[in-house]
């Protein structure tokens, strides 16, 4: 079993957002191998309570056997859009302080071959963040026709090629091949004319199909309003994104929020009448070049921080 890392992804603005020490109860909704969840515990009171959801059925494996025994510390297995219903379980929904979304992959994800997420380690396509769960990478490829397959290449890896990516990936499938990542990345490399520099050509193919058979998109637009609803009047959201189609909603989601009531924009409405739900605590935080030189996965991390509204209890 891996140890639990010491630098997470923005951890000390993540820290400074979320304030465990004034919390009575907190949720980890993204564990990973629980880094940032690590640091919360260090700050919490001995009466607080930690949430730590997970669809990694290994980085549940890791929350019980370093969180497990301790009576404060409720470990999940399940997508973060159970949030609601599990909370509301433990007669906690509508009073968590704080919670934290981290979008990202994990290292121990990228770096074990079996799971299939990175094209830098030849192993199966499976992709899939609970791997005992849903269709494989390989499966759904399979099953998908080859317009879906370039629309999802297009949508979620906002990847110029699509359609030729797409229509070799399915002679490929045809001629009884694909079996492996490596595969995978050979057919797309093949696709694509000319390189990027500083990224692989096969970064878009691998990022749409993992956000396509993992339901990556719906899942976020799911859970926002689930966790502002759970959040105590003055808790704090904070969500972590690394790819501008997360970033994308999560703003949209904030600003939204932000506004209050959808009043038509030509009627005279007082900005009391609004009753805007959530409102941002400082600008969005990306990691600066320190933290970058020492974790390159952490380059494009983007930290959106919002508190809801006290008084819409009133």
Known sequence: MDTIPHVPVLLAPVMQALDPARCRIVVDATYGRGGHASAIMKLLDELAELVLIDRDAEAVEHARLHWGRLENVHVIHGPFSCIGRELERRGMHGRVDAILFDFGLSSAQLDQPRRGFSFRHDGPLDMRMDNGRGQTAREWIEEVCESELARALREFGEERFSRRIARAI???IREGGLHTTGDLARVVCASVPGTERHKHPAT???QAIRIAVNGELEEIERVLPMALDALVPGGRLAVISFHSLEDRLVKRFFRFQEKGDPY??????PASMLKPRL???????RPDASEVAVNPRARSAVLRVARKVAREAS
């Open 204 to 206: 878009r193919t691998f």
């Open 264 to 269: 038509p924009p030509d009627l005279p409405v």
């Open 170 to 172: 399915k002679q490929e």
């Open 279 to 285: 409102e941002p605590l400082g600008r969005p935080v």
